[in-house]
């Protein structure tokens, strides 16, 4: 750099004094000094970053960004760091019930040591719904459910809910909330949603919706919709088995894929999360959040979705009763899915990315379909600030100065 400079210099120095004469008798002459063009270095953008990013990573360094882990304890122990350090775990799951959220300084003092471990910055994501899903209530007591905010049928209702939870969230150190759920709610006798979804019109789920997801959006937090392609119709909770839903792709098009549809084309949504369905209609054998039919046929391409694709938790029943946690992630990701819920500790985390890598090496899935999820969910982190450009930089100056 320091020579093209140098040689810039001394060049437009040639230039000026060509043809000029150290005797005073000569005639001085004009002098026509040409503008020369400077080239503006092009900005380097998120998906160049992340792209160098992703050439320096091994292939279990990418397999464990596409995982989110859930773990036990209120502290950061040995399994914990082993799996941020050695894994390269792309994020954590915050629960209550496995004692990860009891006070707030405990939380904050957990998330930053986490954070301060990883090699890339961690999604550290939860459940902080409202009503009766909120993992965070024993730090920030109760809040408002979906339906209640929904019976409003103002937006600007849900806009605050969604900013609040933000603000609540960062405060606490986390940067992921699984939220809005977007499901229309057609089966008043849904065994696991009445409470959970802003209401059964299509317009107001995703007009609430839209309006919750921006107020997460403005308060710097990732927001993800859910369920897809829609539980608002099922008689099974897929915590414990799997619904069978026989619906039309003209009826979910018309109903439960509306808000989805509207916000995706919209460029406003960050992340889906796919759900455990058995629907013939879309395929006859797998799952929804296994089938290549949903995820990427319907959602990828169908609905034109660029962004993160995410598993719902892959232990629920209604995988986990027909499918290993490592088969599932072999066909999660086969599927089209870039981030994956599911491992719960250590052996969980490991035997999981040790399938991928089996599935990788023996030529089930592709090294080109790895690097692009990897792509998506660290320009994810980067456009959230959860990577930032200097901390990007830093990770390639160190990879090409090894």
């Not at 409003?152 to 603000?167: C, D, K, L, W």
């Not at 916000?263 to 879309?282: A, F, K, R, S």
């Not at 629920?316 to 500790?345: C, E, F, H, W």
């Amino acid at each position: 750099m320091l020579l093209c400079c140098l040689l810039v210099i001394f060049s437009g120095c040639a230039s000026l004094f060509s043809g000029v004469s150290g005797s005073a008798s000569q005639p001085t002459p004009v002098i026509k000094l040409t503008p020369t063009p400077t080239s503006t270095p092009t900005p380097v953008t998120d998906s160049d970053l992340a792209r160098s990013i992703v050439q320096g990573m091994t292939l279990d360094q990418k397999l464990g960004q596409m995982v989110i882990v859930e773990f036990y304890g209120a502290t950061l122990n040995s399994d914990l760091a082993q799996m941020i350090q050695g894994n390269r775990i792309g994020g954590v799951l915050i629960e209550n019930k496995n004692g990860n959220a009891q006070t707030r300084d405990q939380l904050v003092t957990l998330n930053k040591a986490m954070q301060g471990q990883a090699h890339i910055p961690l999604f550290i994501s939860t459940d902080f719904e409202g009503g009766i899903v909120n993992e965070l209530r024993l730090i920030t007591g109760e809040r408002q459910s979906e339906s209640a905010i929904g019976a409003t049928g103002n937006p600007q209702v849900a806009y605050n809910a969604g900013h609040s939870a933000a603000s609540d969230l960062a405060a606490l150190g986390l940067n992921v909330n699984f939220m809005p759920i977007v499901d229309v709610l057609t089966n008043p006798n849904n065994p696991g949603l009445p409470m959970r979804t802003f209401g059964s019109d299509p317009t107001l789920v995703t007009n609430m919706g839209r309006a919750y997801l921006k107020g997460l959006t403005d308060g710097g937090v990732v927001g993800c919709l859910k369920h897809f392609p829609g539980l608002g119709s099922a008689n099974l909770d897929p915590h414990f088995s799997l619904p069978y839903m026989n619906r039309s792709l003209a009826t979910l098009s018309a109903v439960d894929l509306v808000p989805y549809r509207t916000m995706i084309n919209e460029g406003i949504v960050p992340m889906v999360m796919v759900t455990h369905i058995l629907n013939p209609q879309l395929d006859l054998k797998l799952p929804t959040s296994l089938s290549p039919n949903v995820v990427t046929k319907l959602l990828r391409d169908q609905l034109h979705f660029n962004g993160v694709i995410i598993s719902d938790t892959l232990w629920m029943g209604g995988i986990s009763n027909t499918y290993s946690l490592a088969q599932a992630a072999v066909l999660a990701v086969k599927a089209g899915t870039d981030l994956l819920l599911g491992p719960r500790g250590l052996a969980d985390t490991q035997n999981m990315i040790f399938g991928l890598h089996q599935a990788v090496m023996n030529g089930q899935i592709s090294v080109a379909q790895i690097n692009a999820s990897v792509q998506r969910i660290i320009e994810l982190k980067l456009h959230y600030k959860i990577l930032t450009r200097a901390k990007a930089l830093q990770l390639i100056d160190t990879r090409n100065s090894v």
